[in-house]
């Protein structure tokens, strides 16, 4: 064993002890709470011996199952972590850094679902601690203070306690998995990087009309980096409806914009429904392509006949298609002005692409991922058809 993993492995077991000792005050706080409601609550509907005998005896019970639910809760979390236990990743994917990737993932998505855990344990009792000072209140005015409402006010507290780690703990889990994971599975692809968005420059394809009229714009997560020699950025981006009524977006799915480095001499556009049916020629004539299966899929537009053709080679149209085939995008649409190369590919799901799936299914973490990179791989074979 290393120096480091002693100091690791003999700093876990005070933590341990400590989170045990928080748990228990929780709880024997929730335990003191509960009797002296239930207390207030017996000699307020039934002054006199029944209810002093009901807040002595039936309060001092469930005090006592309280405490006793909290010791056990306590002393488990009392107990030193045992070493965390990876999944044996496929056979295919020994040694690369795919490998390494999910074992560090599985490593933090397990510290998450420890804090949450753990921090539920005594937010869950101190919410409910909290639910119940408001039904003692309620009681002393003249609630009816029933057995029925002390239960749900005590579960629904629990709940809110329980909502609340999850949720903060979910939103660590999913920046981490940003911030760690992502720039990581970007860098497996060479000279890429994962950045938070910078906003896209939409101009050219508003006055094209590649996007139907749309109102706010939301970039989130980028890909941005060189691929085959060729600058390349790959946006996130969903662009809402003008009409605030109307929830759909107008369009959902990755932006991908490829500096050519040499200038087509045209403006160029394959299109397919629906913005093949709204697009207005602008100068650009109708072109056929020799690709049979891509000439029924798509409208081509262009100022130069011959530069799109040869823009829309074999290679670039038969990836262009495969993209749209993965089963995860719609039928990608293509703008190409000059030098400057622009893919829209829609989601077919409206889940983000760069999240990560609940901290609670391990194993979902592989197929995400996985997923995922299949996804950038079929976006960059879009530039081994340009070079």
């Known amino acids: 064993m290393t120096t480091q993993s002693a100091h690791e492995l003999s700093g876990k077991a005070p933590q341990a002890a400590e989170i045990g000792r928080i748990v228990f005050t929780a709880y024997l706080g929730l335990a003191a ?4 409601g239930i207390a207030v609550a017996a000699n307020t509907r039934t002054p006199g011996l029944i209810g002093f005998a009901t807040a002595i005896f039936g309060g001092f019970f469930v005090a006592l199952l309280i405490a006793a639910i909290g ?5 488990k979390l009392s107990e030193p ?3 965390q236990m990876m999944a044996p990743t496929p056979s295919e994917e020994a040694g690369s850094e795919m490998r390494a990737i999910l074992t560090d993932l599985e490593g933090y998505r397990q510290d998450v679902y420890q804090q949450v855990v753990e921090r539920s344990a005594w937010r869950i009792p101190a919410c409910a601690g909290v ?12 609630a009816p203070g029933g057995a029925l409402d002390f239960a749900l006010v005590m579960i629904f507290g629990g709940l809110v306690g329980y909502i609340w780690s999850t949720q903060e703990q979910s939103r660590e889990y999913s920046r981490v998995y940003r911030e760690r994971v992502m720039p990581r599975l970007a860098a497996s692809f060479g000279e890429i990087t994962w950045r938070n968005a910078v906003m896209p420059d939409l101009s050219r394809l508003k006055a094209e009309h590649v996007f139907q009229s749309y109102g706010e714009v939301r970039a989130t997560n980028e890909l941005a980096g060189t691929y085959r020699g060729l600058p390349i950025n790959i946006v996130e981006l969903k662009l809402m409806s003008p009409d605030e009524k109307q929830k759909a977006p107008v ?21 397919s429904e629906p913005a093949a049916s709204s697009h207005k020629p602008n100068g650009k004539q109708r072109v056929e392509i020799a690709e049979s299966s891509f000439e029924q899929a798509y409208d081509v537009y262009s100022t130069n006949p011959d530069a799109a053709r040869a823009l829309l080679n074999p290679e670039l149209t038969k990836r262009l298609m495969k993209l749209g085939e993965r089963g995860d995008f719609g039928r990608p649409t293509l703008l190409c002005s000059g ?4 893919v829209a590919a829609p989601k077919i799901e409206g889940r983000p692409l760069f999240e990560p799936p609940s901290f609670t299914k391990p194993e979902d973490n ?10 950038i791989e079929a976006v960059l074979r879009l530039a081994d058809g340009l070079v």
């Open 33 to 36: 709470i509960a009797w002296i």
């Open 71 to 75: 010791g056990g809760i306590a002393l």
């Open 81 to 83: 972590r045992a070493p």
């Open 131 to 142: 639910g119940l000072c408001v039904w003692t209140l309620l009681a002393l005015v003249g």
């Open 251 to 271: 369009f959902d799915g990755l932006l991908i914009d490829i500096d050519l480095r040499r200038d087509t001499g045209a403006t160029t556009a394959a299109l």
């Open 339 to 342: 030098s400057r190369l622009t």
């Open 366 to 375: 592989r197929d995400t991922l996985l997923k995922l990179r299949g996804d």
